[in-house]
Each structure stands twice: as C-alpha cells, then as structure tokens.
C-alpha cells in the first residue's frame, strides 16, 4: 500500500525499544523457535524507518501522538492468575484474561476441541504450525514497522486453533483488563482455522480512565479451506489510552472469514486491517464501527487484497463524530494480474454530529487486471432533520431522537457482531457519547 522506507544505518529504534531493551525482553528462557523469530523481527524492526506525517498513511494521524519515551513495556506475562468468571464468558467456551501482572485460561466447555495455549507450550505441541504461521505468509511483503516491532518485543503471545474438521459452538474470548499507569502491552495472537473447522474468537480491550496506556497489538489470521472464522475486537480502552493495531488474515479456498472491528475507546487509535483471498471462492466480510467524541482520534486503515481469480470480499465501516473528535477511514481493494471475475465492494459511511467534528474518508482502488467488479464509496452527513421531527412527534425527546437513530444508523454493523455483550456495549457507548 506504500513504499516500506529503510534506514541507512539499519537502526531506526523508537524511543524505549532498543538493542538494550530486546535483550531485557528476550532474557528469560524461552523456546529456541521463539528466540529465532524475535530475532528475525528485530531485524526487520531496526532496518524499517519509523512513519512521518510525510508518510501518507500517517499524514492524517502524526506519529508524534504515540510518545513512546513516555511508556514501559510491561515483562512477558505467564500464567499466574486464577480465572474469575464474569457474566459475559458465559458466552463462550473459553476466556483468556489478561492483566497487568500475568493472565489466565478458563475453559468452560470441558469437551471443546479448540486449542488455546501460549505460544512458548505451544511451540512443544504445535511447533509445526508456529513454524509456518508465526510471521507467516498473511503479513505483508513488505516489512511494517509496528508488525515488526510487535514480532519482537510481544509480551503476550497466544494460539488459537480450531483443528481440522472441528466445529466451535461458542467460541473464545480474550479479555485485556489494564489498571497501571504508563505501562506498554504488546499482544501477539495467532488464530488458525483448519481445513474444514468452523471457529469464533472475541477480543474486548478495556483499562482505567486516566491511566496512560499504550498498546501495540498485531494478528495473524489464517483460515483454511473451506473453513469460517468470525471474529471480533471491541476497543474500549480508558481516555488516556494509545492504541496500535496491525492485523493481517488469509484465507484458502472456499474459507470465509467474517471480521468485526469496534472501535470507541481511547484517547488515540490507529488501527490497520489486511485481508488476502487468495484462492478461488475465497470470502471476507469486513466490518467496522467506530465513534469519536471530545477530543478523541481514531484512524481506520483496510486492506482488501485479492491474489486469486474468483474471490469475493465485501467492506463497510460506519463512523460517528462529534465535539472536537476526528476520524480517518483509508481503504484500498488491490486486485493483482490474473484475478479476473473478481467481485469486490468497499463502503465508508459517516456521520458527522457536530461543526467541529471532522470525518476523513479516502476508498481507492489498486487494480491490474481486467474482467472483475471492484466498486467503493463514501457518504457525509448528519442525522435527518425530518427523520428527528418524525420521532419528536411521537413522543420522543430530541436527544432520545438523536440517539435512536444514531444506533439505527450503526445497527448494520452491530448486527453482524455474534455476541450479545458486544452488542449492548455498543449501545451503551452511544448513549454515553450522546448525552
């Protein structure tokens, strides 16, 4: 999608994450299979430039938002807490819980057949897969410099697997749930759906309002052939929170892959979403929700890719801004030679609810072959004056009004989400944003 920029020394290091701090990072015993990988990575890390605001996917988010020198990455995080059930994971087969200190794995179907480990235990049962998936063929050709530096410094790495032919009723849900100040996550997951597998997997980021936080987060997502994997993150991260994110997912032949982004926390957000269908009757269905208030700034980037013929991928993603807030939304469908009957749909809607809000939005396309239907949009608006004299003819207050179409508006997106506390958390942020 850009050009990747590299140092001429090869040692462009953000502020904290230094020779001196992988070497902290990597002190304690870890897997031979590990070390390597984190040592491949901070190779990369250091030979790729940092972004500007020169850069164009950071012209309209300056990377000077994310002081780094301001956090400390917080030691690799074991298993050491007792699970402490809450009413949602009731939703679900297992709950991972993740604090400051260490996290734990609950599981609530004894039977389930999915597989949910760390990545140090999983390297003894499942060296394979991490040898071929961990920094795999998902991630981009060329290198990233948050995607690196997260393969690198990850002081939380999970597998997620639903083996071959299994069918996940309920699902996974990890659960990030922060409390100190001026400290750095740097979550590292792997989700694999083999062959034939049917698999859900829920992330829900939450901490303390006031509490300084940088998280620095990447994905890989595999989905094979003639699989499904539904997955969701909802990033409700307290006001003081900074937040990255860099995932990337590929799916086989015949696989589908139904992919929900929720963005309403945070002070700052970037987050980058990448999709390859790479084999015939390839699907992705890609969803996004966000909902900017105060002062708040939240950057959505998506890439759709499709590197086979007889691919199909679907987008949208719905914003909301108000007060003083900004949103970016930048989106590209790449469709390479040869992916001819290609069918490939890109929407951004967005509502603007305030003079001084201000909504970005920049769909594009990336197209080298011929024979296919690439199509992408983008809408401006507010809420329908005559739609909000209708309802206050019915009874409705104007800021009800207001805040039932603001959920209308958004109900598109919500309703793809399979969980029902993700759904309610929706709502509530918009009340919460609307009042």
């Known amino acids: 999608m850009t050009a990747t920029l590299t140092t001429e020394t090869g040692t462009d290091f953000l502020p904290g994450l230094d020779e001196a701090a992988f070497t902290r990072a990597t002190a304690t015993s870890e897997p031979t299979l590990l070390k390597a990988k984190r040592e491949e990575a901070f190779a990369t890390y250091g ?13 309209r988010t300056d990377p000077a938002l994310f002081p780094f020198e301001g956090f400390q990455p917080l030691p690799l995080l074991v298993p050491g807490a007792i699970y402490a059930a809450e009413i949602i994971d009731s939703e679900f087969d297992v709950t991972v819980t993740v604090s400051d200190k260490n996290f734990s794995i609950g599981r609530r179907t004894v039977d ?33 410099k948050f995607t690196s530096l997260v393969d690198a410094f990850w002081n939380f790495g999970l597998l997620i697997l639903a083996p071959r032919g299994a069918q996940i009723e309920k699902g996974v849900l990890v659960r990030y749930d922060l409390s100190e100040s001026n400290k750095m996550i740097l979550p590292r997951l792997l989700v694999i759906a083999e062959d034939g597998s049917s698999l ?5 980021y939450r901490s303390k309002n006031g509490a300084p936080l940088l998280s620095v987060s990447s994905r ?30 590929r799916v086989e032949r015949d696989g589908k892959i139904d992919w929900v982004t929720l963005a309403l926390g945070s002070k700052v957000s970037k987050q980058m979403c990448g999709c390859d269908v790479r084999a015939p009757n390839a699907n ?39 007060d003083n807030a900004h949103s970016v939304y930048q989106g590209i469908i790449a469709a390479g030679r040869g992916a001819i009957k290609v069918d490939a749909y890109q929407m951004n809607k ?17 197209i080298d072959a011929d024979d296919l239907k690439c199509s992408h949009g983008a809408t401006m608006g507010n809420l329908d004056p005559e739609q909000l004299f209708y309802l206050q003819s019915r009874g409705l207050s ?10 209308a508006f958004f109900e598109e997106v919500t309703g793809r989400v399979p969980w029902g506390f993700m759904q309610d958390r929706i709502r509530h942020h918009v009340a919460q944003k609307m009042s």
């Open 112 to 144: 389930c057949p999915v597989v949910v480990l760390p990545l140090d235990l999983a390297t003894a049962s499942h060296g394979d897969l991490l040898r071929k998936y961990l920094q795999g063929p998902a991630q981009p050709e060329q290198p990233r």
């Open 398 to 407: 104007l800021d009800e009004a207001r805040q039932m179409l603001v959920n």
């Open 284 to 322: 992705a269905w890609m969803s996004g929700l966000y909902f900017a208030s105060g002062d708040q700034h939240i950057d959505q980037r998506t890439l759709q890719k499709h590197s086979s013929h007889h691919t199909y991928s679907n987008l949208l993603y719905k914003g909301a801004v108000k």
């Open 200 to 204: 859900r997997v829920a992330e829900y």
């Open 220 to 249: 890989e997502m595999y989905v094979g052939e003639n699989a499904s994997l539904k997955i969701a993150a909802l990033q409700e991260w307290g006001d003081e929170a900074l937040h990255i994110g860099e995932d990337w997912s």
């Open 47 to 59: 030979r790729t430039a940092a972004p500007t605001n020169r850069d164009e996917e950071w012209r």
């Open 350 to 366: 967005n509502l603007v609810l305030s003079p001084t809000a201000r909504a970005d939005s920049l769909p594009g396309l990336e």
